[in-house]
């Protein structure tokens, strides 16, 4: 099989060759032209490269590069409590590195959103894992009295990551449909708790290999340059809404929509809405959980005397490394028990996307209660907890996204994603760090200092989350009494402007 080349006799093609187009379609083989010169080198290098470009590959390098992107993120809270003691930073002020973080992402989310729906979309992808990257090497340098230079730092990183969480969900919505798409989807968002997991793995390992939580800070920005080249070279640009058999001046006419007429008719989504605040509450729980558990469960072993206090030198970081391990696990198998149930329940009800999330998010909540139950005791007991209940909640990441996909139509879909994720965050994860922080420092200033209580404040803060979680699933709830009407008016709108432009 050969791609068609540019006035060159490719090496292996003859006239009984069938030839694949750029385009993707089957042409006759060539017949033999005595015009046609031997391939240069250069040329024979850019078949081949076009040959890798599937959608299966660039699938694959999308999801490589958002376990980065989420391994990156939470490499600063597997050695968390190394840098409140560099620092000599409170639980607030470690909790404002994520919100800061944050806020950086959620506000740049539109902007590319924007973008995403008008230029070229791997351009941007490259640049933003490029810029992070960058960043983040540069931040692993800064010195212990400039801890507001190194919080800056993140903010720079949250805007170079925007960039790719908003944009590259709509590249694989773009090249897969039907029930391949919800597994591809289902691939990508595993990344999420995947990458997370191997941050705060990575940032252990790093540290304690190097006795030194900097170099925690130092390997993924290299994986980050990789996969921006790869992202360049192998990543096809589709067309959008190919797969919804638009044509390419519908295209256009997108293009001449404002931002604020798409945001408008967003808006009138119902089901667009009700998930938005329900990804909202996922993010809440899982920002506040990647940045404190580990730190919760260190605090509860020095309680049940299992591990000293960290008071100088490098702090033990087993609890980061095994709060990593399980956040991998419960990842892959959220994603795959997701993708399994919503695909067996849609034989037998049409709701079946936002029922499933609305089940599983409130049994997550039960787990989530009993780790604050248990953790005071057995710390094997909170692992267990934390096992079912962090599974139970991945269940919804992939099932959300696509979700998104049904009711919005495809050409306004990276708007779409970038305001999701712009509401996730503001009201989610934007805070949720910082304010359990501020509730655990101000709970400790009620009574005198000590293991035990620092422990229990800790864990009263947190306790918030599993309330969140269950105003989640009623969000999910009410996104399943509008689904179908809006799924519908999606398929519609589409039909008819594919009509129209014929």
Not at 76 to 94: M, R
Not at 378 to 387: E, K, P, S
Not at 443 to 458: A, V
Request: aromatic share 12%; net charge positive.
């Amino acid at each position: 099989m050969c791609v068609e080349s540019d006035g060159c006799d490719n090496e292996g093609c003859g006239s009984s060759d069938e030839v694949r187009t750029l385009s993707g379609s089957m042409s006759p083989g060539l017949m033999p032209d005595p015009d046609l010169r031997p391939c240069k080198p250069g040329q024979k290098f850019r078949a081949a490269l076009l040959r890798c470009r599937t959608p299966a590959v660039a699938a694959g390098i999308l999801t490589f590069g958002n376990i980065l992107n989420y391994m990156d993120r939470y490499t600063v809270a597997g050695v968390l409590p190394d840098i409140q003691l560099d620092f000599k930073v409170s639980d607030s002020g470690s909790g404002l590195l994520q919100t800061v973080f944050i806020c950086s992402f959620m506000v740049a989310a539109p902007i590319f959103g924007f973008l995403g729906d008008r230029f070229s979309r791997k351009v941007i992808l490259s640049c933003g894992i490029f810029f992070w990257s960058i960043v983040t090497l540069l931040s692993s340098f800064i010195s212990t009295e400039h801890y507001w230079l190194f919080v800056l730092s993140r903010g720079l990183v949250g805007i170079g990551e925007s960039s790719y969480s908003s944009i590259s969900p709509t590249i694989i919505g773009d090249l897969f449909t039907s029930n391949k798409r919800t597994m591809m989807l289902a691939i990508f968002y595993l990344a999420i708790p995947l990458g997370s997991g191997f941050g705060y793995i990575l940032g252990s390992g790093a540290k304690d290999a190097a006795k030194d939580w900097h170099w925690a800070l130092r390997v993924s920005p290299l994986l980050g340059i990789i996969a921006g080249i790869l992202i360049l070279f192998f990543v096809q640009e589709p067309r959008r809404g190919n797969v919804d058999q638009m044509g390419g001046r519908m295209r256009t006419s997108t293009s001449c929509s404002s931002w604020l007429y798409d945001i408008k008719e967003l808006l009138k989504n119902r089901s667009y809405v009700f998930s938005s605040l329900a990804s909202a509450t996922v993010t809440f729980a899982t920002g506040a959980f990647g940045v404190w558990m580990p730190s919760y469960l260190f605090r509860a072993q020095v309680v049940q005397k299992l591990a000293a206090p960290c008071t100088s030198g490098i702090c033990r970081s087993t609890d980061s490394f095994i709060f990593g391990a399980i956040t991998c696990v419960t990842g892959l198998l959220g994603v795959v028990i997701g993708f399994a149930t919503t695909r067996f329940c849609r034989k037998k009800t049409n709701r079946a996307d936002p029922l499933v999330c609305a089940v599983t998010m409130l049994g997550s909540a039960i787990f989530v209660c009993l780790i604050f139950v248990v953790a005071k005791k057995n710390i094997y007991g909170a692992y267990v907890c934390i096992f079912i209940g962090e599974t139970l909640l991945f269940v919804n990441w992939a099932i959300t996204a696509d979700i998104l996909m049904f009711v919005v139509i495809p050409t306004r879909r990276a708007t779409a994603v970038a305001f999701q994720s712009f509401t996730s965050h503001f009201l989610g994860d934007a805070g949720s760090p910082y304010l359990i922080g501020l509730i655990s420092d101000g709970l400790q200033k009620s009574y005198k200092t000590s293991p035990l209580w620092q422990f229990l404040s800790l864990g009263y803060a947190l306790m918030l989350c599993p309330f969140i979680i269950v105003l989640g699933g009623m969000f999910f709830l009410a996104t399943a009494l509008f689904f179908l009407d809006d799924r519908e008016e999606a398929e519609r709108n589409t039909r008819d402007t594919n009509q129209q432009e014929q």
